[in-house]
């Protein structure tokens, strides 16, 4: 969402693991949906992708002969990442792993706003998500020569998940190779979000394995630079605010002037989830309720 930040130097993925990227990419999924293929022999597949029957063959044909598909382990509901996972479970008889339903792991804030009436943006949700068995923080995957723990890390989707390999990340849409990720209440919370890069920044990690865009082999970096831009944003919105913008159409083009046209949408989205999460921590009011239809003001301190 944040302009181009595209990087083309081609990064060898670490030995065990295979990509294969899907033909969906856009200006929101980037090059395209990476699936991964971990494992050898008996395999893990990681975000199956979007319901394209071409993507489904080219992860089959990634198969060597005889290799079997043990999980279909899926970061979180979103069409571009889950689509495919009941056909692919029916052409390898492997179980769909995930942390459950979309609106399943909605915050009492995010269910307090959507009873409100929040609705999404139409950022892709797939309703029809069900995992066979739902996963939980901590627990670990296993296979042959491979052992996956599960994070909960939401923030892009109450549901989202990473999964730790050693010190190897793959991290969804939580960090994107290509640019920052799009946060949309009620699924999405800038909060939960920016909390969950603070979790995982606290680990050394070798190495981040988005869903779109190239492996980040500088993860540190990477996640101090998303959590700068998120920072950078809400001060553009509390100075939006400041200078008495009072609606989110508002805040969004003072905030977002410079962004593409095919961008704003999601812009308007990130705003909002900026701006729910500083009203929940007393820094703006939103009359009568933060949605998009409220108007905002900074919370002056009492004289
Ligand atoms: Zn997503």
Known sequence: MAGPEEKSAE??????????????ASPMTGPGTTTYVLGKGSVAVI???????RHLRAILAALAPGESVAAILVTHPHLDHSALAPQLRQATGAQVLGFGPPGSGHSPLMRRLAK???????????????PDRCLSEGETVDGPGWSLRVLHTPGHMAEHLCFAWGRMLFTGDLV????????????GDMGAYLASLSRIAQQDWQMLLPTHGPPVTDPARRIAELTAHRKGREAQVLKA?????TTLPEIVAVVYHDLSPALQPAAARNALAHLIDLAERNLVVAEPAPLP??????RRPAP
């Open 293 to 298: 239809a409220a108007r905002f003001r900074p």
């Open 47 to 53: 975000d199956p992708g979007p319901d394209d029957p």
């Open 116 to 130: 409100a009436g929040l609705t999404g943006g139409g950022e892709g949700v797939d309703p029809g998500f069900a």
């Open 241 to 245: 605010l400041d200078r008495g913008a």
């Open 11 to 24: 990064v060898s993925l670490p030995p065990g693991l295979r990509a294969v990227t899907a033909g969906n």
């Open 176 to 187: 994107m190779g290509w640019a920052p990720s799009l946060v949309s209440p009620p699924d």
